[in-house]
């Protein structure tokens, strides 16, 4: 009788950038491990042994919990397939690895591979003393020019290939409160590296604070630095290390002033006659080029002597030398079509280009850094909302191999703004990842309470007028939904690639206004029927809209312009646009005004200067400006009788929100940060009002560390 085929047993499988190693239990994203508890790996193990075919929720039950065992089967199958899934980073609406299947079970459907195991013996061959060839002298010629060759060979070839992920990622820091970039409100610091410290921002009780870390180590410390540096922010550190240049961020401020703090002890100075949004040292250490509107200049390092260097077409930030000072590469911000793209120029200034022209659709590139030893460009690129790190060889002219881009990190994280130490290829870099909770204040009480599970998966929020329905955005992909109050009768409104910042229900529940991008595009005003249909825009300009309010009949809208200040060319002003004849009309006195609010009974505009250090109220009846307070502004909104104008004053410690009656009211406050506890929330913001004018938050809890790897290793 003939046996049968024994089932060839693997221990390690690789599907995506995630690698299951099923004899340890152990799970790895791009060489980073994945903790996931017992009963979700077994689910992993079983659906991966029967990848392509649906496992049955019987079979599942068999092999995870046997026959013996009594529990809640599909209680504790829906937390096992959750944890799953959120380890994985998958979605049920739309997955990538783990499919349900209605009352069947569940399907793992991404190709799966077997990793091959290396090879630690080498195949030998005995050979007798009979069978050994006699060579002659030629022989031995042709056999040292043979070995010449594919030694020369072997050397191209190793110049030639490209490095492959994964690489082996490790952490350095682990407070969770590195302060992270955000390109969308101008907000971009970098860490630098002398190769045994790392520089960086971190966010210390609410505030940005100047931070050091060792890198052996990760032990953190802080820089004292003067009161008239506001959130302070790095720029770049000086060849030597010995000091580093940082700019006083002030929220709202298009420029700032750029002080040189030593790393090593010593009083910070302040670089005279310079404000600026970026700057970075010149190779001889002596120079800075600083980045102002779309101006680039070289000044002394006491800020004498401007000379120019080149005009952009954008803001220019993240400014870069090449390791040989004949290269200079930035990152060049479009305010229009609110892209990044990476461009070098040469150190006189001429030669200006887009490096990576047409190689992402649209450009989503930033901030990029030459290895210390100059064999790679590494840098930021950003798809679908999720940022990785990528790297290009800097081959020279007798240097085979291509200069395409290849890939570095693959989440989980999201990676961002790399930096490099002197003389090698390391690579340090920020993963980010944030908890989102949607919460709004309890009834004659201070504190706040999650919204119920209808709005679980919500990151924002806005009621109709009437109360009986609610759209919100989902925090997964950024889709809009709408439904009842209860979650009855939800729709999907829109879905990627369009992103929503805000919605706005028209007067009589039948429409939203929303401000919404898609990639490459200005910011854009839409109507949306909330039975479902396409999104149509309301103006065919090639210019950014933003912040709709309706008017109190329906039949127009007031709107605004993004306070893009990257922007600084075309005018702010509030509008109003009737619908029906697409006729505008700017309000009077608002130049140079953002982020109009509309009072239900559409009398009152409130707007906002954009240094947003107060809040104004246009009365439409004595056509008039008046100033209702000097605090610092962000997101107003109206009560839904009118009768008062609910703010959050951002430049506050503990950012409080607070309301003020209409129309000469005094400031009462509400709420602060700390109202949010037990929910230990790092940020929160002010979204909009439930019925009841109870005030809405979109609670944030970030998680960002500092991570390390080496490209030639």
Not at 339 to 349: C, K, M, P, Q, Y
Not at 393 to 412: A, D, M, V
Not at 416 to 439: D, I, K, M, W
């Amino acid at each position: 009788m003939q046996d049968k085929p024994q089932k060839t047993v693997i221990d390690q499988v690789r599907f995506g950038v995630f690698e299951v190693n099923l004899e340890t239990g152990e799970l790895y994203r791009s060489g980073i491990r994945i903790r996931l508890q017992s009963q979700p790996f077994k689910l992993l193990a079983v659906l991966l042994e029967h990848a392509g075919e649906v496992v049955p929720r019987e079979t599942l039950q068999h092999e995870l919990w046997g026959t013996d065992t009594t529990v809640d089967f599909d209680h504790s199958l829906g937390i096992a397939i959750n944890k799953l899934r959120e380890a994985l980073g998958d979605s049920a609406d739309n997955p990538r690895f783990v499919e349900t299947l209605a009352k069947r079970g569940y399907r793992f459907i991404a190709p799966v591979s077997p990793v091959e195991p290396a090879t630690t013996e080498p195949a030998t061959v005995s050979v007798t003393p009979a069978t050994v060839p006699q060579f002659n002298q030629l022989s031995r010629w042709v056999i040292a020019g043979l070995a010449a060759i594919c030694l020369a060979l072997g050397a191209m070839l190793l110049l030639w290939s490209p490095v492959r992920a994964p690489y082996n990622i490790a952490q350095v820091t682990y407070s969770g409160h590195v302060l992270t970039n955000d390109l969308d409100v101008e907000s971009f610091s970098s860490s630098v590296s002398d190769g045994t410290r790392l520089y960086f921002s971190l966010i210390d009780n609410g505030n940005p604070v100047l931070a050091v870390a060792l890198i052996a180590n990760g032990e953190i410390s802080y820089f004292h630095l003067p009161s008239e540096i506001g959130e302070p922010l790095i720029c770049g550190l000086s060849m030597d290390g010995s000091n580093l240049l940082v700019r006083s961020h002030l929220q709202a401020e298009p420029e700032q002033s750029i002080w040189i703090v030593p790393t090593l002890g010593g009083n910070a100075r302040r670089v005279p006659n310079v404000l600026a949004h970026d700057a970075t040292w010149m190779p001889d250490g002596q120079h800075l080029v600083v980045a102002s509107g779309n101006e680039l200049t070289v000044v002394n390092s006491n800020g004498s002597n401007p000379r120019h260097l080149l005009t952009t077409q954008g803001w220019a930030f993240w400014l870069r030398w090449s390791p040989d000072g004949r290269k200079l590469r930035f990152t060049l911000r479009d305010a229009v079509r609110q892209t990044s793209a990476l461009w070098e120029v040469d150190a006189d200034g001429a030669n200006a280009h887009p490096l990576f022209d047409g190689w992402s659709q649209p450009a989503s590139e930033c901030c990029g850094n030459w290895t210390g030893n100059g064999r790679y460009f590494v840098f930021q690129s950003s798809h679908n909302g999720h940022h990785e790190i990528w790297a290009q060889r800097e081959l020279h002219w007798w240097q085979w191999g291509s200069r395409n881009p290849f890939q570095i990190t693959g989440g989980p994280l999201d990676y961002q703004a790399p930096s490099t130490t002197p003389g090698n290829s390391r690579v340090s870099f920020l993963g980010a990842t944030s908890e989102v909770q949607l919460l709004h204040a309890l009834p004659h009480s201070s504190a706040f309470t999650v919204f119920d599970q209808n709005l679980s998966a919500a990151v924002l929020a806005e009621f109709s007028p009437d109360g009986g329905w609610v759209a919100w955005l989902n925090m997964a992909d950024n889709s809009l939904w709408r439904s009842r109050v209860d979650g009855s009768d939800r729709i999907e409104l829109t879905m990627p690639p369009l992103r929503i910042f805000s919605m706005k229900w028209s007067p009589d529940n039948q429409r939203l206004a929303v401000m919404g991008i898609e990639p490459g595009k200005p910011w854009k005003i839409y109507l949306i029927d909330t039975d479902g249909g396409q999104p149509i825009a309301v103006l065919n300009e090639n210019r950014n809209e933003a912040d709709p309010a309706w008017s109190a009949d329906g039949h127009s809208i007031v709107f605004g312009r993004p306070p893009d200040r990257m922007d600084n060319v075309q005018p702010k002003a509030i509008y109003q646009l009737d619908l029906e004849s697409h006729k505008v009309v700017e309000i009077p006195g608002s130049a140079g005004l953002f982020s109009p609010r509309l009072s239900s009974d559409g009398r009152y505009i409130a707007a906002m200067p954009l240094d947003q250090k107060s809040l104004k109220l246009y009365d439409r009846v004595t056509q008039r400006w008046s100033t209702l307070t000097t605090h610092g502004v962000g997101d107003p909104t109206f009560s839904h009788d009118g009768d008062y104008l609910y703010f959050q004053d951002f430049l506050e410690p503990g950012r409080p929100i607070y309301r003020i009656a209409i129309p000469h009211g005094q400031p009462e406050r509400i709420a602060t940060i700390n109202n949010l506890l037990p929910i230990s929330a790092a940020d929160y913001r002010l979204i909009g009002l439930a019925p009841g004018d109870l005030p809405i938050v979109t609670a944030r809890t970030p998680e960002v560390n500092i991570y390390r790897t080496d490209l030639d290793r």
